[in-house]
């Protein structure tokens, strides 16, 4: 599978109106990556709630919505990239799409469970260059009844400890809310273009000795629609089979 710099040109491109110069002067250099799948119920309050100093780029790497979820993150102020199938596509295009004068890249889910809000606390250490990958803790943090089923917190765990034993890295949690360094996301070359994409990128993190944090923050329950790893059987499994197997390729792999 492709690397991130050796992924094909964007299909198609949709930009919403950009921000006045004076206004993105005083923007943090951050690009928010908002991977979605029929999200339009909650893309807009996601994107709204994004602190203005972190609004230089919000892209939208959409993967074929069918319910208006485009159309709802442009007048929402993002720019909306069609991505086509598979997660970790969507972010790695997304990722490369970027703004040329972002040197974060920070990721988060559509569905609203996210907080958005508290993008400082994840982006924060490493525009500040204490970190060069910092990542969102929900098993560490307060998640609202039902935001968390048993599996996903106990597919968390085991990861961790996996990779606790591999690496001597400390992770709880396989959260999609995450920033990077742009230039070190670039050198972890990842390859994942589906459900194991997060996975891969702590694994190669904490192979590579970057300087990696784990933030506790609040998790809600999704604002709208139906999870499409969570929300089924075929879709727990399908996913629970590929980020098994990223994680076995990833851990066999010399480089």
Known sequence: QPGLQRLPRLAAVRCATRALPELRNAMEPVAVVIPTLNEAGAIAGVIREIPREFSRDIIVADSGSTDGTQQAAIAAGARVIDAGRGYGRACAMAAESADPSCTV???LDGDGADR??????????VLRGSHDFVLASRTRGVRE???????QVLAGRVAGLGMGMLYHARYSD???FRAIERSVLERLDLREMTYGWNLEMQMRAARSGLRILEVPLPYRCRTAGESKVAGSLRGTMRAGGRIAATFFRVA???S
């Not at 958005?116 to 250490?125: C, E, K, S």
């Open 145 to 151: 009844p039902g935001a968390m089923l048993w599996h």
């Open 174 to 176: 396989m959260c999609a």
């Open 116 to 125: 958005a809000d508290l993008i400082g606390l994840i982006a924060g250490p």
């Open 105 to 107: 890249i920070v990721f």
């Open 252 to 254: 066999m792999a010399r």
